[in-house]
């Protein structure tokens, strides 16, 4: 079994900072991708950021240059770096990770979110 735990959401004001933390556990053999996506209230969960194995990264064009993913793989954990938030910014953040299973099944996961508030 796979789990990932997210952590460091919460209240911002506009202008602030947050750093979002996603730690995978389990039965793990390898992970590749892992990313954060976001649902806002009455819309559809959307990426927001991911990082491949190799390190290479990819942003939605409303956060490039505000938000920085990064990846320790020792920890088995994914970091969602957030600056300059905006109240459009204010969503449930979900981690996901496309992991290897030590049984051999790759598969993917979600977090079970953590919810970012920034008020204007």
């Known amino acids: 079994q796979v789990q990932l735990v997210e952590s460091g959401g919460g209240l911002v004001q506009a202008g602030g900072s947050l750093r979002l933390s996603c730690a995978a556990s389990g039965s793990i053999f390898s992970i590749n991708a892992m990313g954060w996506y976001r649902q806002a209230p009455g819309k559809q969960r959307e990426m927001v950021a991911t990082i491949s194995s190799g390190g290479s990264t990819n942003y939605v064009d409303s956060v490039k240059g505000r938000f920085t993913i990064s990846r320790d793989n020792a920890k088995n954990t994914v970091y969602l770096q957030m600056n300059s938030l905006k109240p459009e910014d204010t969503a449930v953040y979900y981690c996901?990770?496309?992991?290897?299973?030590?049984?051999?099944?790759?598969?993917?996961?979600w977090g079970q979110g953590t919810q970012v508030t920034v008020s204007s």
């Open positions: 996901n990770g496309l992991i290897q299973s030590r049984n051999g099944a790759i598969l993917g996961y």
